[in-house]
């Protein structure tokens, strides 16, 4: 079973960067897919940016695009989220997610419902 945990949160200026990790353990990578989702109180959780592990294609939420970037290391097995230009908006608890590259293609790369397996957060704070 895929298991996944965050880190990297904390506090940041507006316009600072943060980098958040995910390792994935129980993973096989040839048919796995890993996105990061976001989600602040009373509202939905929404799919920030994911990543194919076989393959590397990349999907980034409209909000993020150009700003956040995805990346993968197979050999460490981790997932990386670089934030760059942050805003006081991006505050979130950061969940890592899984699932198999089939269900991503067919139910959505950035759609909760697509993902079995999460972690259990990382907070991110953008305020001066």
């Known amino acids: 079973q895929l298991q996944l945990v965050e880190s990297g949160g904390g506090l940041v200026q507006p316009g600072g960067s943060l980098r958040l990790s995910c390792a994935a353990s129980?993973?096989?990578?040839?048919?796995?897919?890993i996105a990061w989702f976001r989600q602040t109180p009373g509202k939905e959780r929404e799919g920030v940016s994911s990543i194919s592990m076989r393959s590397g294609r990349t999907n980034y939420a409209e909000s993020v695009q150009g700003r956040f970037t995805i990346s993968r290391d197979t050999a460490k097995k981790m997932v990386y989220l670089q934030m760059n230009s942050l805003k006081p908006e991006d505050t979130a608890v950061y969940y890592c997610a899984g699932t198999d590259l089939v269900v991503a293609d067919t139910w959505g790369w950035l759609k909760v419902r697509s993902y079995e397996s999460w972690g259990q957060g990382t907070q991110v704070t953008v305020s001066s």
């Open positions: 129980g993973i096989t990578y040839d048919s796995s897919a």
